[in-house]
């Protein structure tokens, strides 16, 4: 039996983009792999399984192996860095597929299922039928509980991204051009869809100005981002937050850890907010994400959220009130901290190094 489980890139190919990365084109570079491995065995491809990851995107196939129509073995591929790459295979007679050897020890009949791969070489069947999602090497478990874990492997990576810098680190967020040229003040295209927080351009909002020159204070702007979901959350009725934006502002730097040159984590986004209603009474609950359908869902439920990206060596974070969706982009609508209206930022016309999304209830 040959069994692996190390990435190897895999082939050059005339596929340049995760959506040209299809069933068709996954199975060709899962044959092109064995026959390289095997020095030309002539084996086919069967079945091919698409599988999503923590952040339900498609994340890459699982390609059946067969030969003359039998089992002979599988490749799992996974989408790295718009390249795919072979995370796994194993190669040889009656060797089946890690899905279907789970849907056979479980007796898991796999109508209407959602493949998933959340960890490093884990396999997941989320049946929504009967609210199960059985696992490889883990526990069944309820769609909530899954959901749960997904969020939790999300909050990992943004913290495993702190560890290497990928995020700017305690940066000053507001010295490279590139975050400022993500927004502007209009948005290209015919509308496709659009939505917004109630009442959200009813409140007064702060920016740089209101910070440096008003109150003095140093510019922080995931600092600055939180005081605007809180100046909010005080229009719709949570009076107890502070209506004076120096004791909030101050509260709310101590609270992410905020270092004197105005940088904040972004792992220290969520938290900060959480402590701060708390602190003023009121109970607050937060998801983590970084997909653009993730925003379109929380504002729907009317739960403001906060984005902070990072271009390069440097990051932004701003407050999200309400999304646009046009034919050419995908927009969210945000207070961006340097202006005291709102504005456009591209969530799909630029390449992130890095992005991370929180919505809040309060």
């Known amino acids: 039996m040959l069994l692996g489980a190390v990435p190897f890139t895999v082939f050059a190919s005339d596929a340049n983009t995760l959506e040209e990365i299809n069933r068709e084109n996954a199975a060709a570079y899962a044959v092109s792999f064995v026959d390289v491995v095997f020095e030309n065995p002539g084996l086919e491809s069967g079945d091919v ?13 699982c390609v059946d192996i067969v030969d003359d129509g039998q089992p002979n073995g599988y490749v799992i591929i996974k989408f790295s860095n718009g390249e795919q790459t072979v995370s796994e295979f194993a190669i040889e007679p009656g060797v089946k597929n ?16 959602t493949y998933y791969s959340v960890g490093p070489n884990d396999y997941q069947i989320v049946d929504t039928d009967s609210n199960v999602v059985y696992g490889f090497e883990s526990e069944e478990s309820t769609i909530s509980q899954f959901q749960t874990m997904k969020q939790q492997v999300q909050f990992q990576q943004i913290l495993n991204a702190e560890m290497v810098n990928l995020n700017g680190g305690s940066e000053n967020y507001s010295t490279n051009a590139l975050v400022h040229d993500v927004i502007s003040d209009t948005y290209t295209g015919t509308v496709h869809s659009r939505g917004g927080l109630t009442g959200a351009g009813s409140a007064t909002y702060c920016n740089q100005y209101t910070i440096q020159n008003t109150l003095g204070k140093t510019y922080a702007c995931a600092v600055v981002a939180l005081c605007n979901m809180m100046k909010y959350y005080y229009s719709r009725g949570r009076t107890n937050i502070d209506a004076n934006l120096a004791t909030m502002y101050d509260a709310i730097w101590n609270y992410a850890g905020t270092d004197s040159g105005g940088g904040t984590l972004a792992s220290k986004i969520p938290g900060a907010a959480q402590q701060y209603l708390n602190s003023k009474g009121y109970s607050c609950s937060y998801n983590s994400f970084s997909i653009y359908s993730n925003f379109i869902y929380w504002i729907g439920e009317n739960r403001p959220c906060i984005f902070a990206y990072t271009i390069g060596g440097s990051g932004h974070a701003v407050f999200v009130l309400g999304y646009v969706k046009t034919v050419n982009y995908n927009y969210l609508q945000v207070m961006d901290g340097w202006n005291s209206y709102s504005r456009y930022l591209n969530f799909s016309g630029y390449n992130y190094t890095a992005k991370y999304g929180y919505s809040f209830q309060a």
Do not use: R
């Open 98 to 113: 890690p899905y279907d050897q789970m849907a056979e020890e479980k007796n898991v009949s796999l109508e209407d299922v």
């Open 49 to 61: 399984i698409p599988f999503y990851d923590e952040t339900d995107q498609l994340s890459g196939y």
